[in-house]
């Protein structure tokens, strides 16, 4: 086995358990109608949460990010007063932009290293990492940034910004098509630009002159593109994730005036290499630019969509692969920012999938983020509140 994909020592306990439990439910098929769905508070007081997340080295730490630009800790319920990192003098804050991105690295226990995205004072993004100290694992120095990539953002909206590493070991980066509305510089659609993708590179090696590295497999490599792209066509990627289990991705879209809608490309079939999921020529499954009669081909058309009856804005989730709410496993959860409506896919159906909703929470819902067991949690942007999944029997 490679080195990449090796996990620390700390953390194969409880990888193996929740390997298992996944393993030995896989054959029963969720069932939205069982469910009751409730969020409680696991803690209060924050500064506009953005994302919370785990490091996944065995302390069982929350890591919540801040738009205006700290990483909080939670430990045992309690929110720490020192920051783990502030570079809010680094960032402009508000509206779409700010800390919007965080990832540890697979083996984060023994390098310590970890990434974020930001957009700095000029409003363009930057894709950075750090390196935690070895003496106070719960305070990281600011000088110990080493910037990977800056992407020129024409328009204030549309950043993207979330990151996650892969099943393959590699960092993936979403970026927005570039803002205004309706991608007036149809970049989503270009493979000469980095707006609009999912992006995948080796944080790991270098290649040429870049500060990272090219995967090899990546579509575009010798080919007319840009190197770095994975996939295209994403007009504000505003969260994404992998299925611990399957290694599927699962993106959230935020659509434009119509149709929100929810990408997944499964990992036996190229986990999203090189698709097209569309955007600007359709929103959802409906034409956008030109309005009818549009070109469909070639394109991959969302698993599922909602319209702005029911909301505006998606926050992509995650598939539930814990052990404390067995009614969700097989689940993928993911909510509406505006509605706080929180919906529901069977991660392992077929085809064109209609949404079930198991909650109108009343929440805004920045984003959704799991532990190191694989619980579910969501931030709640305006009440400064993270929040647990927690399902029982309807």
Known sequence: MSTRLRRPAATAVIAVLV??????????????????????????????PLLVTNAGDGTRRLFVVEQAGRIRLIRSGTVLATPFLDISSRISSGGERGLL????????????????????????TVVSEFTASSSDPDVVGATSERVLLRIVQPYANHNGGALAFGPDGFLYIATGDGGSGGDPGNRAQSLGT???????????????????????????????????IWAYGLRNPWRFSF???????????????????IDRATRPSGGGRGRNFGWRVLEGRACYQPSVGCNASGKTPPIAVYSHSLGCSVTGGYVYRGVASPLLRGAYLFADYCSGR?????????????????????????????????????????AGQILRVVATRR
């Open 19 to 48: 390997a298992l439990t996944a393993f030995t439910s896989a054959a029963a098929a969720f069932d939205p109608t069982a469910v009751r769905l409730a969020l409680v508070s696991v803690a209060g007081g924050l500064d506009a």
């Open 194 to 228: 980095r707006l609009g993708k999912l992006l995948r590179i080796d944080v790991d090696t270098r290649t040429g002159s870049l500060r990272y590295g090219i995967p090899r497999t990546n579509p575009y490599v010798g080919r007319f593109g840009l190197d770095d």
């Open 342 to 382: 929180i919906w529901s896919l069977d991660a392992g159906g077929a085809g064109v999938q209609a949404p079930r909703l198991l909650l109108s929470s009343g929440r805004s819902i920045a984003s959704f983020g799991e532990d190191e067991a694989g619980e579910l949690y969501v931030a709640d942007i305006g």
């Open 243 to 261: 299925d611990r289990t399957t290694g599927d991705l699962w993106i959230g879209d935020v659509g434009q005036g119509r149709w929100e809608e």
């Open 101 to 124: 991105g965080l990832a540890f690295h697979p083996a984060y226990e023994t390098n310590r290293r970890f990434y974020v995205d930001y957009t700095d004072l000029n409003g363009n």
